[in-house]
């Protein structure tokens, strides 16, 4: 799996973004998905995670109530809607994949995006 993360940019704090991560390969439907972002320096760590059919859902504390991760598996494509967005939310975004469980450590998941960059300015 292929993946490609794009809808980072630079905006004020209060303001909301829509990042994608677009998959390649058939196999996207049987890839559980997930967020994570990093901090230069700092360790990467989980945002957002969602399972095969996207009934499942998992969040960290710091963005519950902000963010919003779904999947158009006929578009191979996941999606993080981010709105209220904070300074601290600031970091680059990668998009990962892992075959078929949910997960929320940057280990268990196999396949990686370039990363988006996020800013957002106070």
């Known amino acids: 799996v292929q993946l490609q993360a794009s809808g980072g940019g630079l905006v004020q704090a209060g303001d909301s973004l829509r990042l994608s991560c677009a998959a390649s390969?058939?196999?996207?439907?049987?890839?559980?998905m997930g967020w994570f972002r990093q901090v230069r320096g700092n360790e990467r760590e989980f945002v957002a995670a969602i399972s095969l059919g996207g009934t499942i859902t998992d969040y960290a504390d710091s963005v519950k109530g902000r963010f919003t991760i779904s999947r158009d598996n006929a578009k191979n494509t996941v999606f993080l809607q981010m709105n209220s967005l904070k300074p601290e939310d600031t970091a680059v975004y990668y998009c990962?994949?892992?075959?078929?469980?949910?997960?929320?450590?940057?280990?268990?998941?196999?396949?990686w995006g370039q990363g988006t960059e996020v800013t957002v300015s106070s």
């Open positions: 990962a994949a892992r075959w078929r469980d949910v997960a929320i450590t940057p280990n268990d998941f196999n396949f």
């Open positions: 390969g058939r196999t996207f439907s049987s890839h559980a």
